[in-house]
């Protein structure tokens, strides 16, 4: 993972609910540069101290070698141990706050 992570939080920048983008990430030889896995999207949240993350980009388009629903099933799995709040909107889904 790279450090821009990190840059963010040495900024001083309080971040309350990241939006990361889990999807288009195999085969990571070509991927890894752009795009991030859904267990990288959360430690990157985890990194900025966001309490809450909101994934997006997948599950809409066959655009990589991930199976279409597995960054969805992947992103559940994790949410579920995780510390961070993790919203799952799906595609065509409204969000209100």
Sequence with gaps: MDKHFEQIVS???????ALMP????????????SHMNPE???KGASILGAKEMI?????TFNLSDEPI??????ITRLAKKSEIDVVI???GE????
């Design 11 to 17: 900024k001083g920048y309080k971040i309350d609910t």
């Design 22 to 33: 889990i999807g288009a990430y195999l085969p990571e030889s070509v991927m890894k540069q």
């Design 40 to 42: 990288e999207a959360l």
């Design 55 to 59: 994934p997006y980009h997948y599950g």
């Design 69 to 74: 629903g597995e960054p969805h099933s992947w």
């Design 89 to 91: 909107v799906d595609a």
């Design 94 to 97: 409204i969000l209100c706050k």
